[in-house]
């Protein structure tokens, strides 16, 4: 079983480009989100969605996009990157009966 | 303002000897706390949770304890090994806060042999 599955592991972009992260769980889980890890400011909730067709906003949404067509999908993207969003994005999915979140290996995403 | 913070940035333990990770909050409707550890390049993973119904937690070498009127929560490992080396993040959330995982800054934890 793979989990939460993240593409691209890293990817370098210029500022003013589009990009989209791509996040895919086998798990069936409802609830999904997208968190940046940034030093010294621990994991920061971007946006989740708790069933298909639902999305929400965290606490860091600016500049960022998510759409949960399917159950299974849970995309991220930056219409127009800026150097602030130059970080480490994780998907995540959570487990309903104990609250458990499970995640991904990461996303590094450098913007110049 | 951080809802969850972990105010020591790293700590260093001998390895055998018992290491102590700290954790305060300040929103009163968090009514359950996990603990996730993370390695370098990997997503983070569960540890153990605890919720606001009880004050301690243990697993293995793992305890957890809740102190609600301090509303602080702290992870024990003991003994203390090499393999603990990683970064632990202390998380909260609460029914009324839609379920959703409010995170500490984390803690490095290096535990030497």
């Known amino acids: 079983i793979a989990g939460i599955t993240q593409a691209p592991t890293s990817q370098i972009l210029a500022a003013g480009r589009r990009m989209t992260l791509r996040c895919t769980q086998d798990?069936?889980?409802?609830?999904m989100y997208w968190y940046r890890q940034d030093l010294g400011l621990g994991l920061r909730l971007i946006h989740y969605s708790n069933t298909a067709g639902t999305t929400g906003k965290g606490e860091v949404p600016d500049g960022y996009s998510v759409s949960r067509a399917n159950t299974d999908d849970f995309p991220l993207t930056l219409a127009s990157a800026v150097p602030s969003q130059t970080s480490v994005y994780f998907c995540?999915?959570?487990?309903?009966?104990?609250?458990?979140?499970?995640f991904g290996e990461g996303s590094r995403l450098t913007v110049l | 303002d951080q809802q969850v913070k972990q105010n020591s940035p790293s700590l260093s333990v001998q390895e055998g000897r018992i290491s102590i990770l700290n954790c305060d909050y300040t929103n009163s409707m968090f009514d359950y706390f996990l603990w996730y550890k993370k390695y370098p390049a990997e997503g983070p993973t569960f540890l153990i949770s605890i919720s606001s119904i009880k004050d301690k937690n243990e697993d293995g070498r793992f305890t957890v304890f809740l102190n609600k009127s301090a509303k602080h929560l702290s992870l024990h490992i003991v003994p203390s090994q090499p393999g603990d080396s990683a970064v632990y993040f202390c998380?909260?959330?609460?029914?009324?806060?839609?379920?959703?995982?409010?995170f500490g800054a984390g803690t490095i934890l290096r535990v030497k042999s």
């Open positions: 798990m069936r889980h409802n609830a």
């Open positions: 998380a909260a959330s609460a029914l009324g806060y839609g379920n959703k995982l409010v």
């Open positions: 995540a999915s959570r487990r309903e009966n104990t609250g458990e979140l499970f």
